[in-house]
């Protein structure tokens, strides 16, 4: 089994930064990549950001492409998430999410560990 734990988020003001931690525990060697998926109130979860920990592939939504940049330390277990020139509308909450095989997705289903969530509101 592999645990997730984020943490990073806040209150963050628009135009501003904020960034987000996510650390796998338990069996982190079987995780072969990770992503970021949002969860707005009232609506349903969405893809954010994903990365393969060799780092070679990298995928973002387009809402976020050019303000938010994923990354990992392999050292650490720990995958980020830095978040530029924040808006309104990237107030949610934030899930960490793994999988064991490496293949990047944009869809829920793809992804077999996820962390509990972190609150992100940001102010106009």
């Known amino acids: 089994q592999v645990q997730l734990v984020e943490s990073g988020g806040g209150l963050g003001q628009a135009g501003g930064s904020l960034r987000l931690s996510c650390t796998a525990s338990g069996r982190p060697f079987s995780v072969k990549a990770m992503a970021w998926f949002r969860q707005a109130p009232g609506k349903e979860r969405d893809f954010v950001a994903a990365i393969r920990w060799s780092g070679r592939n990298i995928l973002y939504a387009n809402s976020v492409k050019g303000r938010f940049t994923i990354s990992r330390d392999s050292a650490t277990n720990t995958v980020y998430l830095q978040m530029n020139t924040l808006k309104p509308e990237d107030t949610a909450v934030y899930y960490c999410?793994?999988?064991?095989?490496?293949?990047?997705?944009?869809?829920?289903?793809?992804?077999?560990?996820w962390g509990q969530g972190t609150q992100v509101t940001v102010s106009s």
């Open positions: 999410a793994a999988v064991s095989d490496g293949v990047l997705g944009t869809s829920e289903s793809r992804y077999d560990y």
